[in-house]
């Protein structure tokens, strides 16, 4: 799967998930939205397998600006699913095509939080591989203000570990209800000194969408955009 084919094959399954879907939705913000993005609906097997896959391809195709991580760390509940899966597929695909370094990314380690503290057994709130020290990568589905990426940098600082980078799903590019100028990603970016990648962002969207949704939408999509993008 090349990086262009992986983009495609999310956005299709976005579609016939109806996990991205067209017409008019309020937003988290207040802002109503002519397109909806719910990662929720990538619920069947197929659906989920071509979604770890898109998700490392991204890792892959942003090795070098990413710099090493250790662990892949899934904020709950979204991000616990999209860690597991995608710590498994880089394991995977790194072994399928050989790569030199198959034995860094058979290593990648996977952690997310409990959202109640336990103070029995293992104790604490992390589960799975323990943060310290490391360089972690969380792994999201879509920063909107990024409130949600926000208490991960925290949890993640709590346990004396590095955060890595941001991995999401869709960047929808726009500029946040306090900061005209700039969208949540450029903000988290900017604020914490990381990269924050993306499987695909609005464009990718808008233009692989020419052609199959209707004139209207299209046009919809492109009006918001007009209003609401960031500079760059
Ligand atoms: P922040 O925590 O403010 O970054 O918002 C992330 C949330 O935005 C998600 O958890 C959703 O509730 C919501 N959201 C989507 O999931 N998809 C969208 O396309 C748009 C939103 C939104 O409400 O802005």
Not at 30 to 55: D, V
Not at 79 to 88: D, K, P, Q
Not at 143 to 169: D, H, R
Not at 186 to 198: G, L, M
Request: charged share 25%.
């Amino acid at each position: 799967m090349t990086t262009q084919n992986h983009k495609q094959i999310f956005i299709e399954d976005a579609l016939s998930s109806s996990a991205l879907r067209f017409g008019s939705f309020t937003l988290k913000s207040g802002r109503i939205s002519p397109y909806f993005f719910n990662l929720g609906l990538f619920n069947t097997g197929a659906h989920l397998s071509h979604l770890a896959t898109a998700y490392a391809e991204t890792i892959f195709a942003n090795r070098e600006k990413l710099g090493s991580f250790d662990v892949l760390f899934g904020p709950a509940y979204k991000g616990i699913s999209l860690a597991a899966l995608t710590a498994a597929k880089l394991a995977e695909l790194a072994a399928a095509r050989s790569l030199p370094d198959a034995d860094k990314w058979n290593k990648i380690e996977y952690a997310y939080n409990r959202k109640e503290k336990k103070d029995h057994g293992e104790g604490g709130v992390i589960v799975g591989s323990a943060l310290a020290g490391k360089k972690v990568l969380i792994i999201d589905d879509v920063i909107t203000a990024g409130t949600a990426i926000k208490e991960a940098f925290t949890i993640i600082e709590n346990e004396k570990a590095t955060v890595a980078g941001v991995l999401l799903a869709l960047d929808r590019q726009e500029t946040t209800v306090d900061n005209t100028k700039q969208s949540a990603v450029q903000i988290i970016s900017k604020t914490f000194n990381v990269p924050v990648i993306s499987i695909v962002d609005i464009l990718d969207i808008i233009k692989f969408l020419d052609g199959k949704l209707s004139a209207e939408e299209i046009e919809k999509v492109k009006e918001y955009r007009q209003k609401y993008a960031p500079e760059d």
